[in-house]
């Protein structure tokens, strides 16, 4: 079963705009992470944020947790075709194995 | 350094018979985890292995199955195939106790 979802489930903008994905999740986490993965290919790494943390910037991403609402999101700053992608948030409650559960993911267009 | 590598990259197979899908961890990554990715979803967590042993594993039947080797490289096994079993299937690597996690490109898995 899937821990959270994203939403919107499908995002399309034109490039140069912002592009802004929530997720929830449902229990308690040490800390959340951000993933993006093109064409049904492998999953890139964006960026982590703790539970203690609020923000966090990487680059053109800002990514905020609020813990007491179970919710995140990722803002993605001036938007490019590159940019196209799915996004997912993934958390791991940190009990044993590394296990990360991923929500269903955001589909991103960036029209040109 | 060699990022995480699969093989292979595409696999039909048919209902019944039994798959082997490997992956190369990153180098100096020590623990592997596998990822069942179904059309449209997020990916679920099958299992994970450090230094060679089970180390978590998610909601799934025994006929899914795993070997970690000593140069980390890992290998999934499926048996008795189903039509369900059909999906992307990833490997990612990590350092223990490490939460980000390094995905290789996926095996596309289709039973018929």
């Known amino acids: 079963s899937q821990q959270g979802e994203e939403d919107p489930q499908a995002l399309s903008i034109q490039e140069g705009e912002n592009a802004t994905m929530n997720c929830s999740y449902k229990t308690s986490i040490n800390n959340l992470q951000w993933y993006r993965q093109n064409s049904g290919r492998g999953l890139v790494h964006l960026i982590l944020i703790r539970s203690n943390e609020r923000e966090k910037h990487s680059g053109r991403l800002r990514v905020t947790l609020d813990t007491s609402k179970k919710s995140s999101s990722l803002l993605i700053t001036a938007s490019r075709a590159a940019d196209t992608a799915s996004y997912f948030c993934?958390?791991?409650?940190?009990?044993?194995?590394?296990?990360?559960?991923f929500g269903q993911g955001t589909r991103l267009t960036i029209n040109p | 350094e060699t990022g995480v590598t699969q093989s292979p990259t595409h696999l039909i197979k048919t209902r019944g018979q039994q798959v082997t899908l490997r992956c190369s961890s990153q180098s100096g990554h020590n623990t592997v985890s596998w990822y069942q990715q179904a059309l449209g979803q997020g990916p679920q967590f099958i299992f994970q292995y450090y230094r060679e042993e089970e180390n978590g594993r998610g909601n799934f039947p025994p006929r899914f199955s795993g070997l970690q080797f000593p140069n980390y490289s890992s290998e999934l096994n499926v048996n008795a195939l189903e039509l369900d079993d059909s999906a992307l299937y990833l490997c990612a690597s990590s350092l223990a106790f490490l939460p980000t996690q390094y995905f290789g490109p996926g095996t596309r898995l289709t039973v018929l």
């Open positions: 993934a958390t791991d409650a940190g009990q044993g194995a590394q296990k990360l559960v």
